[in-house]
């Protein structure tokens, strides 16, 4: 499935790459485990942390444009080391914060930032950019499989550390960790060659991001991307609390976000190779479209531990499987000069839609006492998002023969 990225020069780019997403998306999504400990502690209520992490989902999307814009003109290795740094200064002080809008500095605006300057733009624009056309689909689906191995190991370990040494001393753990990536960055990074005179008479990043505004198909993937963004902030930041009002421990809760990064890694390889074979815009219609049909199937069942539990198998098998698919199609639209930038743009839309699941989730179980509501919007955006895919213009495959 994977020979294209057998070379040991690629397999080593891929590998870092991968290996400093698991720490970014590891960290980041866990922090939902926090909201109850936070919580206990601070006594600022669920809704002010949950509007905390909220800013923090936009937050992440906000900066992926932008740290792709200035990796594609001075490099990636600037923007990975102090994402990294940034990350783990974020994780640092939150210990020490007492108020609303501390933890929005903290988590919602620092951690945030250097999760995202160390995220899927940034990663996937580097190695896209070193690597040959037909590795690119494989190697993007095993870096995205990276970022859902590190959910699958912080999950639980954070739980784990909460239990034994406090929320305090858990999350100063995780800046230890992002600080232990930074000699990652060394084998992602080379050389960024000077834009040339053609890309400078062509007008640049400025012309290539105007012209993908008018593109029709690339407003059409950021619409989808929205309600991916608008299901899993809800997932990661509320899944604890659902799980809490059933009555559950909240063991189950880490362990079902750990199985969902494990299932994704599954996921996100089937979805790289997929991406060589068929057109990503139907790959992605049929993952929204699953989506629908799981959450359905999630309302209908017994909310006992093991249905957590297929749940979060069914889930995850599409959770940022949607990565790979949807940085093809911009490939595709646009080439791979500017994707760190253009790829980040769907990624702030993808935030957006992220900023509004944790925000509405924290709203609909402070009104309603539960997130009954925020399931059926789920299901409703899941079904437009399969929907809006299928127009997108997406050139055919183009089947690569050997003999």
């Known amino acids: 499935m994977f020979h294209s990225v057998r070379r040991p020069d690629l397999l080593i780019i891929v590998l870092a790459s991968a290996g400093i997403l698991m720490v970014t998306m590891g960290i980041r999504q866990s922090f939902g485990l ?20 909220a800013i923090g989902q ?24 102090a994402g990294l740094v940034i990350l783990a200064l974020g994780c640092l002080i939150t210990p020490f914060i007492s ?22 733009s940034v990663l996937i624009g580097a190695a896209a950019r070193r690597l040959p056309v037909e590795s690119r689909g494989s190697a993007s689906g095993i870096i995205n499989a990276g970022g859902s191995f590190g959910q699958f190991v912080f999950a639980p370990l954070l739980q784990k550390l909460i239990q034994s040494i406090g929320w305090m001393g858990a999350i100063g753990s995780m800046a230890v960790v992002a600080l232990a990536a930074i000699p990652l960055v060394s084998r992602v990074t080379g050389t960024q060659p000077a834009p040339d005179a053609q890309d400078v008479q062509n007008g640049g990043l400025k012309r290539a991001i105007l012209d993908a505004l008018k593109n029709p198909s690339y407003l059409l993937l950021h619409a989808g991307f929205f309600t991916c963004g608008f299901h899993i902030a809800f997932l990661v930041t509320h899944l604890p609390g659902e799980v809490g009002l059933c009555g559950l421990p909240p063991n189950v809760a880490s362990w079902s976000l750990a199985l969902i990064g494990i299932a994704n890694i599954l996921g996100s390889l089937i979805a790289g190779s997929f991406v060589a074979k068929y057109r990503s815009k139907y790959i992605l219609s049929v993952m929204y479209g699953s989506r629908t049909l799981l959450i359905l199937g999630y309302l209908m069942m017994p909310k006992v531990e093991w249905t957590y539990y297929l749940f979060a198998i069914g889930l995850g098998l599409t959770w940022l499987a949607t990565v790979p698919p949807t940085a093809a199609i911009v490939g595709k639209l646009f080439g791979t000069r500017y994707l760190a930038t253009l790829f980040g743009l769907t990624l702030l839309s993808h935030q957006i839609g992220g900023f509004l699941g944790a925000w509405l989730g924290g709203l609909s179980m402070s009104q309603f006492g539960d997130f009954t509501w925020m399931w059926y919007a789920d299901m409703v955006l899941a079904s437009l998002a399969a929907l809006l895919n299928l127009p997108i213009r997406e050139e055919r495959v183009k089947r690569i023969v050997t003999v």
């Open 34 to 53: 926090f909201v109850s400990p936070v919580n206990t502690s601070t006594g600022l209520g669920v809704v002010t942390i949950s509007f905390a992490l």
């Open 58 to 81: 936009f937050t992440w999307g906000a900066v992926q444009p932008v740290a792709g814009a200035i990796a594609d003109h001075y490099g990636p290795r600037p923007v990975l080391i």
């Open 99 to 120: 108020s609303g809008f501390g933890l929005a500095v903290s988590l919602g605006l620092l951690a945030s930032m250097g999760s995202g300057m160390g995220s899927f």
